[in-house]
């Protein structure tokens, strides 16, 4: 009885693990809309602040844009830059909004590296390379807003 009840819990786990996989491998595939440069400071001691500015390659033009946010609880500073891909971006009005982590991935920190994919309510998609320079412990979520310059 044990038996049977481990062979179907090892196959969920292995369709799970793979597709987990094949979900960054899928983005890489498709062509991005736009690329993208992020430069943000992050301060946190009890309310974390983020603020920085960034450039948008979009339909062969380069856009500038300002990055905020506000979170609950931390500690500690960091530099975040970050360059990436943009999908799903039709228009450049598209851009402007609050981003979070999108399901499809979760920031993987490695050494000061990480990976994102965050994504904000008109679909637009960023999948950012980021290096992170300094300490920061905070208990909210990934998240930003993108507006105009």
């Known amino acids: 009885m044990i038996q049977a009840f481990l062979r179907p819990s090892w196959a969920v786990a292995a369709a799970l693990a793979v597709s ?7 983005a890489d595939d498709r062509v991005p809309d736009a690329t993208i440069e992020i430069d ?6 009890l309310a974390t602040v983020k603020a920085g500015g960034g450039k948008l390659m979009f339909d062969g033009k ?6 905020g946010g506000l979170g609950l609880g931390g500690v500690g500073i960091a ?7 943009v999908f799903n971006l039709k228009n450049i ?28 309510g008109n679909g ?21 807003l993108v507006g105009k310059k």
């Open 40 to 45: 943000q400071a992050q301060f946190a001691l």
């Open 93 to 120: 009005e598209d851009l402007y909004g609050t981003y979070f982590e999108s399901s499809m991935g979760a920031a993987a920190a490695t050494e000061g590296a990480a990976e994102m994919w965050l994504k904000n």
């Open 20 to 26: 987990l996989s094949f979900a960054p491998a899928a």
């Open 79 to 85: 530099d975040l830059k970050a360059t990436g891909k």
């Open 124 to 144: 637009v998609e960023l999948v950012l390379e980021a290096d992170a320079k300094g300490a920061l412990l905070t208990l909210d979520t990934n998240g930003m």
């Open 62 to 67: 380069t856009y500038e844009f300002q990055i």
